[in-house]
C-alpha cells in the first residue's frame, strides 16, 4: 500500500499544471496515466505546435450551463501568468490570427516546461496503469490499480473529454463523478466539422478543397472566419466554432459574401448600364466552381441589364443567406473539444473541488466548461488546475 497526499489521474495540460501547483506547497504528489506517454494531446495540438493560450482571454471565450464558473479561475491564473512561465523557459513563439498563440519550434517546448517543474518540486508521473477501483474512507480515498494499492488525501480528476478516442480519450472522469453521485451534463463532439445530408453532400462533393471567408450564424451566435468544403461536408474555422453552439436539426445561415451586400450591389452596378455577364461579375467575389454550384447555369449567362429585381435578390439571398441543416458531426474521432460534462454547479469555483465529497477535486476538460478556437481550452486548463493546486 503506497500513501501519497495527492493523486492525479490524467497526465495533460491540466493534470501536470495541477501537480506543479501542488507540489510547490509541498504536497507528495502521484501522476496516474493509462497512457504509454505524457501530453499526448499537447504534443498533437495545433499542428504539432501547441496553441497554448489567447492574448486576449474572457468569460465570453466559454460555453457552460454555469456561464460564472470560469471568470474566478480565469481572473486568478490568467493567460499572461502562463507566459510569464514560458517567459522563463525563454520558449519562442509566435501570434497568429485573433491573438492566437502558437510555440515556434514544437509542442515538445510545453510539455518538456511542464514535465522540468514536475520534476523540480518532486512529482511522481506513473504511465501505463490502469484504475481498476476507487474507495472514499473517512478522510481519504483507496486506490486499487494494476501496478498495486495506493492511498490519497486529495484526488484529482484532470482525465479530458472523449475527443480523439485515438488518443485514449475514455468517459473514465464522468464515471468517477457519477460513483461518488456528482451530476454529469450531456456531453457532445464540440469544435468539429459538420457533415452533410446526402444530397447536400453530393451536390457540393465538387468544391472539395475550396475555403471562403464567411459569417456563419446559429440562433444568436455569430462567427466570422473560413469556411472549407471537405469530401465529407463542412469544415474550417468558423465551422468549427460555430459547431460548439449548434444542436442537431438547427439550421446554419452561412453568408459567403461577408463583405458585400450583394442585392444592393448588382442594382447599382446595373444602374451604371454594365453589360457584363452575372457570372463575370461574380467570379470577381468568389471561385467559379463554387458559383455554378450554387447558382442555375442559365441565370449566370444572363447580361446583368436583362436581370428583374426578383432575380438580383434570389441570387443575393443564396450567396448573402445561404441556409443549410448539417445532418450530423463528424462526432468524438475529429473533434478538439468535448462540451457538456461534470456540472459545475456541484463543483467550488475557487477550489475546483467537490461540494458534497471532501477532498475531490477536476480540473480540465472533463469539466461543462468548453472554450472557443484559439488557445482556449488550453488556457482553462492552465487556470483550473492552478486553482486546484493551491488546495488538493
Known sequence: MTETDVIIFGAGASGLMCAIEAGKRGRKVLVLDHANKAGKKILMSG?????????????????????????????????????????????????????????????????????????????????????????????QFQLATSQGSYIC??????????????????????????????????TRAGLVPFTLQPDDKERFAVLSGIAVPCVVTVRYQSFAENVLFTHRGLSGPAILQ??????????????????LELNEELKAKRQKKLKNKLKTILENYLPKRLISCFLPEELLEMSLQDLSDK????????????????????????????AGGIDCDAISSKTMESKQVPGLYFVGEVLDVTGWLGGYNFQWAWSSAWCAGQYC
Open 311 to 338: 432575380q438580383i435578390l434570389r441570387v443575393a439571398e443564396r450567396l448573402n443567406h445561404w441556409k443549410i441543416k448539417p445532418n450530423g458531426t463528424e462526432g468524438y474521432r475529429t473533434a478538439e473539444v468535448t
Open 242 to 259: 460555430i459547431s460548439s453552439y449548434w444542436n442537431p436539426g438547427e439550421e446554419l445561415t452561412i453568408n459567403l459574401l461577408p463583405q
Open 47 to 139: 499542428g504539432g505546435r501547441c496553441n497554448f493560450t489567447n492574448y486576449s482571454v474572457t468569460p465570453d471565450n466559454f460555453i457552460s450551463h454555469n456561464p460564472h464558473f470560469c471568470k474566478s479561475a480565469l481572473s486568478r491564473f490568467s493567460q499572461w501568468d502562463f507566459l510569464a512561465l514560458i517567459d522563463r523557459y525563454q520558449i519562442p513563439f509566435h501570434e497568429r490570427e485573433h491573438g492566437q498563440l502558437f510555440c515556434n519550434d514544437s509542442a515538445k517546448d510545453i510539455l518538456n516546461m511542464l514535465l522540468a517543474e514536475c520534476a523540480k518540486v518532486g512529482v511522481v508521473v506513473q504511465l501505463n496503469i490502469r484504475i481498476d477501483s476507487i474507495e472514499r474512507q473517512v478522510d
Open 153 to 186: 488525501q486529495s484526488l484529482v480528476i484532470a482525465t479530458g473529454g472523449l475527443s480523439i478516442p485515438k488518443m485514449g480519450a475514455t468517459p473514465f472522469g464522468y464515471k468517477i463523478a457519477e460513483q461518488f453521485g456528482i451530476k454529469v451534463l450531456p
